[in-house]
């Protein structure tokens, strides 16, 4: 790789430190390195606008947490552009960069074509009013509806493929993919997923029965939440969201659309797991 761009999300501490460190790094390498305009401009500006991104691109390098990678690869879909991420955040699952010094060798590995392309699937969900489409969107993570009041109770049901499969009473609800497995359908109860394959789960959030359980379903598969009540709000890897009444609708399904990931040879997903999951 000799072209990249970053990705910054300068509200965090260190990250200026870390995005001063990269761009002066590759280009002592010889590599052409520029930065996301948006985020020198406006310190509270999350969304990269594509068109800014130059085509001959080929890595997109976000500093920040987990929410910086996704915000990216929502605002890029489409794009094919690998991706890799330098955690100043949290837990930071998605990034393969903790640690100062583990920059340098990564971008070593970046410049020397040492690495594996990963490609993750994103989920499409659309949410409809008097049978009429009202908002559509993406998800990296998970399409979630929840509740608005904090204390009421939630009442949906549920079809698959057009066929009945059950109703509930929750907090809310959440289809994830594989890549969001670790995120809010983890803190859910939902199972952890490897990133590289290809299924959605269901996951009720904080149920009122005692049989209301995750379910795997196939990429091919269709999902409808049908809403029975109102104070409902679905959003899409907590960014766009929008409020939602009885008898409104949100299908969610496999997308065209994938997110390419770098994969570096020495950090695993089990590996990159057992670190997160031991520091919780």
Known sequence: MKYFYIIANLSKEYVKDAQVFIKTYLEAKGAVCRLNSASLRDRE?????????????????????????IQAARDLAGRGIPMVGVNRGHLGYLNQISRQEDIAPVMDALLEDRYQLEKRMMIQGTAFHDKEPVLSDIALNEIAVTRQDPLKVLRYSVYVNDEYLNEYAADGVLVATPTGSTAYNLSAGGPVIAPSARMMVLTPICSHSLNARSIVLAPEDRIEIRLLNSGQVVSFDGDSSMELSAGDSICIECSHLETVMVKLKQVSFMQNLSNHLGRI
Do not use: A, F, K, W
């Open 45 to 69: 500006s999350t969304h990269t606008n594509s068109g800014m991104v130059p085509e001959n691109t080929e890595c997109v390098i976000t500093i920040g947490g987990d929410g910086t990678l």
